[in-house]
């Protein structure tokens, strides 16, 4: 079993669509770097980030979302979305918040890597290169296969708690 522990948070808004209803929006970030450049569908992530041994989970998720985002998480009581196990083992913790954020004002840090592997040159890169809105159906799309689990659990969460 993996021992690469991440937490995160997924920002959600209701604004009105097409049809003229209010629809729940979701913001999800795009990896960054040179192997994520062509991926799309099933690539996208919500912003998190790693947790040390000893790190309060949620405090991570807080400091995760900024450092890719570039913006504070909004207050508010985040909304609990459990774990799930990615397909290379690593364990995401995961909450919701109901807030706003421009894409175009968000910015990410940087890693460093290797670039192009074995040329010994070091290259800088997003952890996320950009941010957007989706629409359920089109997060769903869009997300890792192990995190569209989140949106099934906020969801649900939305629901009962309108009533």
């Known amino acids: 079993m993996s021992s690469r522990v991440s937490a995160g948070i997924l920002l959600y808004r209701f604004r009105e669509q097409p049809d003229g209803r209010a629809g729940l929006e979701l913001l999800l970030g795009h990896p960054g770097g040179p192997y994520s450049t062509s991926r799309d569908l099933g690539h996208w992530t919500i912003p998190k980030g790693e947790v040390d041994e000893g790190d309060d989970l949620l405090a991570v998720a807080y400091r995760e ?13 985040p909304l609990t979305l459990e774990t799930t196990r990615q397909k290379g083992g690593k364990l995401v913790h995961a909450w919701a918040l109901e807030g706003d954020l421009d894409p175009a004002a968000a ?28 629409t359920v ?19 649900e969460a939305l629901t009962s708690h309108s009533g």
């Open 65 to 77: 979302f900024e450092e890719e985002t570039g913006h504070a998480a909004p207050a508010g009581t």
């Open 137 to 155: 159906d089109e997060a769903r799309r869009r997300i890792k296969d192990a995190q569209a689990v989140f949106i099934d659990r906020l969801e």
């Open 107 to 134: 910015h990410s840090n940087a890693f460093t890597m290797e670039w192009p592997p074995g040329s010994g040159a070091l290259c800088e890169f997003p952890e996320i290169d950009r941010v957007e809105w989706f």
